[in-house]
């Protein structure tokens, strides 16, 4: 059985300092450093790897939800912090084995809680990856879902950034992320992209933002919510994008996912 799901790390800084904008390159060397501390066998696996990682960070978030905006830490602030995991031995770091203390960029945080489930944070849980399959292949057919970007989602198309939430590029994202992972059930990319052409876009809120990766490296990528109807699919494929469409909680959507791009939560009906 493959244990995915996503644990928030509650952190309190230590010290106080300052952390750039783009704070994706720190969070992912955080994560990595904590993790070559309870695995080095397993980091240095995970970061040659050239398959997608099984793992998605979130942007670091005020202890109500919100996202960091400001770069000024104040010592005693606290901030949450959500590791998603697509494996089993990731479940099993973010929930067993976070470390006591966490360094991001200059300022040190001690990790005061780890929260695994809805009831100690509403973004937390576990899941047997079997049993989620084999509910949503007996599960009545998705009508509708609603897909709540919560950090920029950015896609490639050929060289070119493709800021818009095209339902082929999304379910694409996710049928590689879920394959990768080695999950249950036979998901391929061209496939997923193919079949998700007739899903049709349904009232949307969103807009386009550019976002930066690094010093003088900039993205196009889109926030918001949209909803899709799935009406019109045959009902095999309403019935195999259903576990893709409760993945996205824990897996994101788009590119560098690993670096608090892409968060995405869904509902569907």
Same mark, same amino acid.
């Given at each position: 059985m493959e244990t995915i799901g996503a644990a928030v790390w509650r952190l309190r800084a230590e010290t106080g300092?300052?952390? *750039?904008?783009? &704070?994706?390159?720190?969070?992912?060397?955080?994560?990595?450093?904590?993790?070559?501390?309870?695995?080095p066998a397993l980091? $240095? #696996?995970?970061? !040659? /790897?050239?398959? *997608?990682?099984?793992?998605?960070?979130?942007?670091?978030?005020?202890?109500?939800?919100?996202?960091?905006d400001g770069s000024r830490v104040r010592r005693g602030d606290v901030l949450d912090f959500r590791v998603s995991a697509l494996s089993e031995e990731l479940s099993d770091f973010a929930r067993y084995r976070a470390p006591d203390s966490l360094r991001i960029g200059d300022i040190p945080f001690a990790v005061e809680r780890v929260m695994? !489930?809805?009831?100690?944070? *509403? $973004?937390?849980?576990f899941l047997d990856a079997e049993a989620l399959y084999e509910e949503c292949r007996t599960a009545p057919l998705v009508q509708r879902a609603v897909f709540h970007f919560l950090s920029p989602v950015m896609f490639h198309v050929g060289r070119s950034d493709y800021p818009w939430p095209s339902p082929g590029l999304? @379910? /694409?994202?996710?049928? !590689? #992320?879920? /394959?990768?992972? +080695?999950?249950? +059930?036979? @998901?391929?990319k061209t496939a997923? #992209? &193919?079949?998700?052409?007739?899903?049709l876009p349904m009232d949307w809120r969103g807009n386009t933002v550019t976002v930066t990766i690094k010093s003088r490296q900039k993205k196009q990528a889109f926030l918001g919510t949209f909803a899709y109807d799935l009406r019109s699919l045959p009902a095999e494929a309403r019935r195999r994008f259903l576990p893709l469409i409760r993945f996205a909680n824990f897996a994101g959507v788009g590119r560098m996912t690993s670096q608090g791009f892409g968060q995405t939560r869904t509902i569907w009906r």
């Open positions: 300092g300052k952390l *750039p904008k783009a &704070q994706g390159r720190l969070l992912h060397a955080a994560f990595f450093g904590a993790l070559g501390a309870f695995s980091a $240095t #696996r995970l970061h !040659d /790897a050239s398959r *997608p990682n099984p793992f998605s960070l979130s942007p670091l978030a005020l202890s109500d939800g919100l996202v960091m695994t !489930d809805r009831e100690e944070h *509403p $973004t937390a849980g999304i @379910f /694409a994202s996710l049928a !590689d #992320r879920w /394959a990768a992972a +080695g999950l249950p +059930g036979d @998901f391929e997923a #992209r &193919q079949a998700a052409e007739g899903i």
